[in-house]
């Protein structure tokens, strides 16, 4: 079976939660979190991080730090994974759906038009498929408009844009080490961000809200439970290492494709260095029906994002939209992009195409 992203161990893994086991650090404290968090500023060059159990609860934080609360709008890509969305509901705020341009990106003549006629309180960016919008752009619209802005560079670690990494940006971002990511602790999520006071209230959040300074367990308001176990930890500082091994392999894998395929690949715009995390393509023939020839061939393949003004689930919600996240949808199917494929299986796969 060839997968679509599957995971890809460094062989330094074991040895990282061999030692967290040994400390008996099992819980989500310990010294591997701080590696890990060290990790990631590091490379990514951001002030404060926070290594939690997904990126999702990076977002949910996000938003309940910076006040988004029942009836706020925010604004939010149409052309996402959902979990761009439900921290908005976790808020019992409103999202107001934003579609992408031909660049697969959110649609920032969209974005300023939906700033100017919603008074939305934040948006919520997703860089897809690990490729990037103009960011710096975004955010001065964003800054003009008075509307907090947080990146989901879920799936783009490792992605510049003007020589500075995505997620870095906004007053948040976040990354995810899900499974199919381009690093992975199993699951989890590291949540970055400028501001030290805002990033330590997170911190406080992310741990049941306990407040500092008292003997027994003070609660001044609720929390969750969202942070990482050092022995994923462990696993995120291993990773790490070999980000940019990654993201190089991910590149040359994208360059495969391109020398094997005819195909409408999705486009990188001025000033991006994609980490390509997933191949994805828009094609003439139907895409389910490629889809369906690679299963057979025991190929896993998924369509592009369905928007999410297409979901039921959130029928009737309003979106500032062209259209393009729908024909996208329709015609469009990512590939099998993990790190350990090499050139013969690429050609293999676009030969079935
Ligand atoms: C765009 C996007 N946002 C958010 C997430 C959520 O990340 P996690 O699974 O770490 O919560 C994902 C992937 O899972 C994603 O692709």
């Known amino acids: 079976m060839i997968y679509l992203n599957p995971p890809h161990q460094t062989g330094k893994e074991l040895e990282y939660v061999k030692e967290a086991l040994q400390s008996n650090y099992i819980a989500p404290v310990g010294p591997f979190l701080e ?5 990631v500023k590091e490379y990514t060059k951001a002030p404060h991080a926070l290594a939690l159990n997904s990126a999702t609860a990076g977002l949910h934080l996000a938003l309940r730090v910076l006040g988004v609360k029942e009836r706020d709008k925010v604004g939010v890509s149409n052309f996402t994974f959902i979990a761009s969305v439900s921290p908005i509901l976790y808020q019992k705020a409103t999202p107001i759906f934003i579609d992408c341009d031909d660049s697969w990106q959110m649609d920032l003549n969209l974005l300023e038009e939906a700033l100017k006629k919603e008074r939305l309180k934040a948006v919520i960016i997703t860089h ?19 509307a907090h802005l947080i990146e989901d560079s879920a799936e783009s670690l490792g992605t510049l844009f003007e020589n500075r990494h995505t997620g870095t940006y906004a007053d948040f971002g976040v990354y995810s080490f899900n499974g199919n990511k381009i690093l992975t602790t199993g699951g989890g999520g590291v949540l ?32 969750y439970n969202y942070r990482l176990s050092n022995i994923l930890a462990a696993i ?40 390509r995390w997933l191949t994805a393509a828009i094609f003439e023939k139907n895409p389910l029906d ?7 061939h025991s190929i896993e393949s998924r369509p592009l ?27 469009g199917l990512c590939l099998p992009s993990g790190t350990q494929l090499e050139k013969e299986d690429v050609e293999y796969i676009c030969s079935l195409i």
């Open 305 to 331: 994002w369905k928007p999410m003004d297409m979901q039921p689930a959130f029928k009737g919600a309003k979106c500032y939209s062209q259209g393009v996240g729908e024909k996208l949808f329709e015609k």
């Open 192 to 223: 970055v961000g400028n501001d030290g006071e805002l990033m330590r209230e997170a911190k406080k959040l992310s741990t049941q809200a306990k407040e500092e300074g008292y003997e027994w367990y003070e609660h001044h308001t609720y929390g």
């Open 290 to 296: 490629i889809h369906k020839k690679l299963k057979r």
């Open 236 to 275: 995120g500082t291993a990773q790490m290492e070999v980000i940019e091994e990654r993201v190089k392999k991910k590149r040359e894998i994208f360059g495969w494709y391109n020398q094997f395929l005819e195909a409408g690949f999705m486009p990188q715009i001025e000033g991006c260095r994609s980490n």
């Open 128 to 146: 897809i498929y690990g490729g990037c919008c103009d960011i710096k752009e975004a955010k001065s619209l964003c800054q003009k408009y008075g």
């Open 35 to 39: 590696r890990f968090e060290n990790s």
